[in-house]
Structures are given as structure tokens and as C-alpha cells.
């Protein structure tokens, strides 16, 4: 997810047909799930904002 941020280097994400979005990041010990239930990517920014925000709100 280039336009989320990469994470660090072991960071893994999945996604699913229906836009349900996991991603987790082992080094910050950071897990983000987003549940939805919507059909076509091609406009959707939720997936990418949902994690940079999540990865804003960590304060180390």
C-alpha cells in the first residue's frame, strides 16, 4: 500500500473481493481491520486512508 505508507519491512496486508482490508505491522506491533461490504476498488480511498491514519494516531 504505497499511498498508506509501507510500514516496516516485515508488514503484510490482505484484502478481500468485498473491500475488507487487514494489514499488520510486526515491528510496531500494529494491527489495522477494516470491514466492508462494497463491491468495486477503483474509486475507493478508504483502504489506503484507513491506514495512514492509523499509523498517525501511534504515538511512540
Known amino acids: 500500500m504505497s499511498r498508506g505508507g509501507p510500514g516496516s519491512q516485515e508488514t503484510f496486508n490482505w484484502g ?3 473491500n475488507t482490508q487487514y494489514f499488520a505491522d510486526p515491528q ?13 476498488t477503483s ?3 478508504t483502504a489506503w486512508k484507513f491506514r495512514l491514519l492509523v499509523g498517525a494516531a501511534v504515538d511512540d
Do not use: A, H, N, V
Open 16 to 18: 478481500s473481493y468485498f
Open 28 to 40: 510496531e506491533q500494529l494491527i489495522g481491520i477494516l470491514m466492508k461490504q462494497t463491491q468495486g
Open 43 to 45: 474509486r475507493d480511498q
